[in-house]
């Protein structure tokens, strides 16, 4: 078997820089594009460990080190949960990569007749690193992007009832919910009617036009104690039956946009 170590170099170099520029744009670590440079170089030029004799396990410590140097020179050293995520995030691209490249490889290199599988002699790991790998993680990177985007309008609430039952779910802070009771100029956040039904007296309704594109209606709201949302109490809120048009929402409990304004004044 003929083994082409200038084609291998390049492979490695380029597998190794793309997962330390993943990192650096998902972690927004805005480091010189030479750092990342010269720290694949390093990764390319250790695959000469491969032709020493060594076992599994002081090759896989060699490894390690290897990484840890490719993040000390790409990105330095900050704290220990710096160094840990940069680390987690360059395994956790390279274990995404590679399982692509695997499948992919599976699915054209061997073919199979009934349960028996044979490899055909053709290999497009060359043409998926170079072409397919950089599209694979540029979806990672908008994923983990628009994640990251949810993620930071969900937060913790504490629903006090007039009763006194207490509900604590998760909320979406929707920018998009404006709704406020024209009467008692209270802001109105929705939840979903199979969560709020157990907490609420039907006696008691305060009924909240809306209007949305599409459709509008009237919104069944119900009077509360506070909110609790990140220690801040806020009193000047109803809670309202997510309406049938809105139903699917994915959401349990939409926020009002003007919590966002009253959690910056309470901090």
Not at 28 to 47: C, D, Q, T, Y
Not at 173 to 198: A, E, F, H, Q, W
Not at 242 to 260: A, H
Request: aromatic share 14%; proline share 3%.
């Amino acid at each position: 078997m003929k083994i082409y170590l200038d084609l291998v170099f390049l492979l490695n170099f380029s597998y190794d820089l793309l997962l330390l520029m993943t990192v650096d744009i998902t972690l927004k670590r805005h480091v010189k594009f030479r750092k990342l440079f010269i720290a694949a170089l390093l990764g390319a030029v250790s695959l000469v460990i491969l032709f020493i004799p060594l076992n599994d396990i002081v090759l896989f410590i060699f490894k390690i080190i290897i990484s840890i140097l490719m993040l000390l020179i790409s990105f330095g050293y900050k704290s220990l949960k710096y160094m840990a995520d940069n680390f987690t995030y360059l395994y956790m691209t390279s274990v995404i990569l590679g399982g692509f490249l695997y499948f992919l490889s599976l699915e054209f290199s061997y073919k199979n007749e009934g349960l028996i599988f044979y490899f055909d002699g053709f290999s497009i790991n060359y043409i998926v690193l170079l072409i397919i790998a950089p599209i694979i993680l540029y979806l990672y990177i908008k994923e983990q992007k628009r994640y990251k985007s949810t993620l930071k309008y969900n937060v913790n609430v504490s629903i006090c009832f007039k009763n006194g039952k207490i509900l604590d779910c998760n909320g979406f802070l929707d920018t998009g919910n404006k709704l406020r009771d024209p009467i008692t100029r209270k802001y109105v956040i929705l939840l979903s009617k199979k969560l709020l039904v157990p907490y609420i007296n039907n006696k008691s309704p305060i009924y909240v036009p809306y209007k949305v594109v599409g459709y509008s209606g009237i919104v069944e709201c119900f009077s509360i104690r506070y909110l609790k949302i990140n220690n801040c109490i806020l009193e000047n809120y109803l809670v309202g039956i997510i309406p049938e048009g809105m139903n699917k929402i994915s959401m349990n409990c939409l926020l009002n946009y003007k919590i966002m304004e009253d959690i910056c004044l309470e901090n």
